[in-house]
C-alpha cells in the first residue's frame, strides 16, 4: 500500500526539529531549554516532536494545558514537563501524580493544588507565575506577597516544592520595545523577593523564543522555545528562519485534484473575485480552510506549482482553492508546496502570514485535523 497521503499532507522533518533545538541551545549555551510542544507542537505533533527535542538535548517540555501534558505522559514521555493553563476543578491531581510541573498564578490555583497534594499524599511541584507586564496569566505585583507567603508556608506543611519562578513578555518579538526592559526589572525584583521569602527556585525563566534569539540577559536558568523548535521565524523584524540558523520543519504538500484550460473571462471559485484575462490553465489544489489554509490570504496566498510561485486566484474555498498557470503546464497529480522551506525555492509560513495579515505562529498551529502528518527522521 502506499502509505503517503494523496490529497494533502505535512510531512514534518524531526531532523530539523532536533538541528534547532541544538541551534537554540547554542544561542542560550548556559540556560536549559523547554521545548513548547502545546497545541500538538504548534500543528507539527506533539509526541513525535517532543521526543526529537528531548534526543536533543531539551530538559524540559513545555505545554499550555494539563491535558496536553498528561498526553506526552501517557505516550510515555518522561523527562520534566511543565504546563501553565490551569482552570479551576483541573486536573491537578493527575498531573501531581505524573510528576508534572505546575504553573501557579494565584490564590485559587495554589489552594486546589494543596488540596490535591494532600489527596494524592504526594508533594506538588509548583513554579509560580509573575506578571511583569504581559497583562494576561500570571500574580500581579500587588498581589506577590501573599500568593508567595502562601507558597513558602506550603513549602513548609509539604504539600509543595517551589520548583520554578517564572513570566513572560508582551513584546520580545519586537527589538529594543521599551516594555522588555520594564518586564526584566519587574521580574528581578518579583524573584527576588521570592528568594527573599525563602522561596529557593531551580528554575527561574522568562524568555520565549524571540528573547532566546536576540536577548541573551533574559536566558536566566531556561529558555522556553516554542516556535524556533519548528524552524520557523517568530517574527519578519528579526529575520528569516536561515538567517536565524532555523530549518523549517513542516512542509505541506498536497497533490494537483484538475487542471483544466478555460477561455478569457473565467470567473473563479466562490464570488468571482478573480477573472481570467486570456486563456489559461486553471491548477485546483485540493486543500483548503478546513486544512488550516486561511481564507483571508485569498487572492494572496503563495504555492509553488510547476516549478514557480504561483497566488492563489479568487477565494480560498472550504476543502480547495485555484492557481491560474497562465502558459504553464501540469496535470492532476503533479505537486503543489503550499509552504515548506525558502532555502527549497517553496512558500513559507511566513509568507502566508503575510498574505493573511497574520503572524507565522498562526499559519502552522491552525494546520488542521484532517491533514495526515507524516514524519521524516523518525
Ligand atoms: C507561556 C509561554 N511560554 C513560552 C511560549 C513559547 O513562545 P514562542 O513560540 O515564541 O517561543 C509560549 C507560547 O506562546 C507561552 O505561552
Not at 41 to 51: K, S, T
Not at 126 to 137: E, F, M, S, V, Y
Not at 326 to 352: F, M, Q, S
Not at 357 to 362: S, V
Amino acid at each position: 500500500m502506499n502509505e503517503t497521503p494523496t490529497r494533502v499532507y505535512a510531512e514534518i522533518d524531526l531532523d530539523a526539529v532536533r538541528a534547532n533545538v541544538r541551534a537554540l541551545r547554542a544561542r542560550a549555551p548556559r540556560s536549559a531549554l523547554m521545548a513548547v510542544v502545546k497545541s500538538n507542537a504548534y500543528g507539527h505533533g506533539a509526541v513525535p516532536c517532543a521526543r526529537a527535542a528531548q534526543e536533543a538535548g531539551a530538559a524540559w517540555l513545555g505545554t499550555a494545558t494539563p491535558e496536553e501534558a498528561l498526553e506526552l505522559r501517557a505516550a510515555g514521555i518522561q523527562g520534566r514537563i511543565m504546563c501553565w493553563l490551569w482552570t479551576p476543578g483541573g486536573p491537578w491531581r493527575e498531573a501531581i501524580e505524573t510528576d508534572i510541573d505546575v504553573s501557579v498564578s494565584g490564590m485559587w490555583a495554589l489552594d486546589e493544588v494543596r488540596a490535591a497534594a494532600r489527596a494524592a499524599g504526594r508533594t506538588a511541584r509548583i513554579q509560580l507565575k509573575a506578571d511583569t507586564g504581559l497583562g494576561r496569566n500570571g500574580c500581579q505585583p500587588a498581589d506577590w506577597a501573599e500568593l508567595v507567603g502562601a507558597a513558602v508556608a506550603a513549602q513548609a506543611e509539604g504539600t509543595v516544592q517551589v520548583t520554578g519562578v517564572w513570566s513572560h513578555f508582551a513584546c520580545a518579538d519586537e527589538p529594543g520595545h521599551p516594555s522588555i526592559r520594564l518586564q526584566l526589572d519587574a521580574f528581578r525584583d518579583m524573584l527576588a523577593y521570592a528568594e527573599k521569602e525563602g522561596v529557593d527556585p531551580e528554575v527561574r525563566h522568562i524568555a520565549n523564543s524571540p528573547a532566546t534569539l536576540t536577548l541573551p540577559e533574559t536566558h536566566f536558568d531556561l529558555v522556553r522555545t516554542g516556535l524556533a523548535v519548528y524552524g520557523v521565524s517568530p517574527s519578519p523584524e528579526l529575520g528569516t528562519p536561515a538567517q536565524l540558523g532555523l530549518r523549517p520543519a513542516m512542509t505541506l504538500r498536497a497533490s494537483l485534484a484538475l487542471v483544466k484550460t478555460v477561455p478569457a473571462g473565467h470567473g473563479v471559485s466562490y464570488g468571482h473575485h478573480y477573472v481570467t484575462e486570456s486563456e489559461t490553465h486553471l491548477a485546483l489544489v485540493p486543500a483548503g480552510y478546513a486544512d488550516g489554509i486561511p481564507r483571508n490570504a485569498s487572492g494572496r496566498g503563495p504555492v509553488l506549482v510547476a516549478g514557480k510561485i504561483r497566488r492563489a486566484a479568487g477565494r480560498i474555498a472550504m476543502d480547495q482553492f485555484v492557481v491560474d498557470l497562465g502558459e504553464d503546464l501540469a496535470e492532476a497529480g503533479d505537486e503543489a508546496v503550499i509552504l515548506g522551506d525558502a532555502e527549497r525555492g517553496e512558500p513559507t509560513a511566513e509568507d502566508w502570514a503575510q498574505a493573511a495579515h497574520t503572524i507565522a505562529y498562526e499559519i502552522v498551529t491552525r494546520i488542521g485535523g484532517r491533514v495526515p502528518r507524516v514524519y521524516l527522521g523518525g
